[in-house]
């Protein structure tokens, strides 16, 4: 074979690979509806968000959502359990369609997906105390010991902003094992986290009375170059925060204490075409 007949070859391949990359990501939506399943990511160890069932289902809120959207598609949802270290990579990789799975938005994470909008949570960091102690706000814990986890960045906040003493431990079994050995009267951690932990037994005689602080939003994320698929999602989040969705599976799923951003985010979309 020619020289400059491999390179002519060699050149046909590589637009016909582009050309097939760019109708992959064009029609993302007709793929999924093609295969008959919508492939999502989601927690299965972050009660209420997304765990596993006694019957080893994958439940929660997110699974939830994904399957309202595998619906509203006409196809079947496929759960795969995501950590906050691969799922990314996931979704980055094709191993998913959609990312549901307790992600805080930031700038440099949309520089990799496209994140959906409007976000659809969000979290900040509170405190879990024992149903002994009286307090309605965060300066009423001023002087007080409570547990918290080395390195994050609320223990400097509470200690400056309210009197707070942070109790540091490395991680957070051990933080729970000294506030019930009474070593501290609380633990400070993100909100959500504390949600999960109020939803067992175990914790009955504990509460999260004060307000969350430092929100930050959660954003389920599509592909870079997903358009058709992106939309669609947008306008789902659009649908759920006009209908209160997201809030009435909190109701749901155990939370009391509705999130301030998901009743803001419903407040500002109810009224909304």
């Known amino acids: ?106 700038p440099e994470r949309a520089k990799d997906v496209w994140f959906v909008e409007p976000y659809y949570y969000a979290s900040g960091y509170n405190v879990m105390l024992s149903d002994k102690v009286k307090a309605h706000q965060w300066s009423d814990l001023k002087g007080q010991s409570v547990c918290g986890i080395q390195g994050t960045y609320y223990n400097k906040d509470s200690e400056q902003k309210y009197g707070v003493h942070i109790v540091a431990f490395t991680g957070t079994a051990e933080a729970l094992t000294a506030l019930k050995q009474g070593r501290c009267i609380g633990f400070i951690f993100d909100n959500t986290f504390i949600q999960g932990k109020l939803l067992d037994k175990e914790w009955s005689g504990y509460d999260m009375p004060l307000e969350t602080l430092d929100a930050k939003p959660w954003g389920m994320a599509t592909r870079l170059g997903d358009k058709d698929f992106h939309a669609f999602m947008n306008q789902m989040s659009r649908d759920w925060a006009r209908s209160g969705e997201v809030l009435k599976l909190e109701t749901q799923f155990g939370i009391t204490q509705h999130s301030a951003y998901v009743e803001k985010l419903h407040e500002q979309y109810k009224s909304a075409k």
Request: aromatic share 4%; proline share 5%.
């Open 1 to 106: 074979m020619k020289l400059s007949s491999l390179i002519q070859g060699l050149a046909l391949g590589l637009v016909l690979t582009a050309g097939v990359t760019l109708a992959a990501q064009a029609g993302e939506l007709d793929a999924i509806k093609h295969r008959g399943t919508l492939i999502v990511g989601v927690k299965a160890d972050y009660p209420p968000f997304g765990f596993r069932a006694p019957d080893g289902s994958i439940q929660g809120i997110e699974p939830t959502l994904a399957a309202q959207a595998a619906k509203k598609l006409g196809v079947k949802v496929e759960y795969v359990p995501v950590t906050a270290s691969n799922r990314m990579q996931f979704l980055e990789q094709g191993k998913i369609d959609l990312l549901i799975a307790t992600m805080n938005v930031t």
